[in-house]
């Protein structure tokens, strides 16, 4: 079995930022890349951002500049660092992680609020 367990979800105001976590444990090989979905309410899963193995990253239009995601290769760990944060990044926030299948974490709220 693959576990994800994320954490660093809650409730920041406009401008603010957070930081998600996402840790892999169990029985996963050769992770080729991690990566943030989010879905809004009444709105499709959207890709946010993603790493490979390698370091190459993929970031959504709507948060170039404004996120950042790193990895911990050997903690098999995936962070986002949002900054700036804007009140149409509210959603729920699911880590996903594509080894030797899809594997999906059941997702941390983030509200942007005042």
């Known amino acids: 079995q693959v576990q994800l367990v994320e954490s660093g979800g809650g409730l920041v105001q406009p401008g603010g930022s957070l930081r998600l976590s996402c840790a892999a444990s169990?029985?996963?090989?050769?992770?080729?890349?991690m990566g943030w979905y989010r879905q809004a309410p009444g709105k499709q899963r959207e890709l946010v951002a993603a790493?490979?193995?390698?370091?190459?990253?993929n970031y959504a239009d709507s948060v170039k500049g404004r996120f950042t995601i790193t990895r911990d290769n050997a903690e098999n760990t995936v962070y986002l660092q949002m900054n700036s944060l804007k009140p149409e990044d509210t959603a729920v926030y699911y880590c996903?992680?594509?080894?030797?299948?899809?594997?999906w974490g059941k997702g941390t709220l983030v509200t942007v609020s005042s």
């Open positions: 996903h992680v594509s080894a030797q299948g899809d594997y």
């Open positions: 790493i490979t193995s390698g370091g190459y990253t």
């Open positions: 169990g029985s996963i090989f050769s992770i080729y890349a």
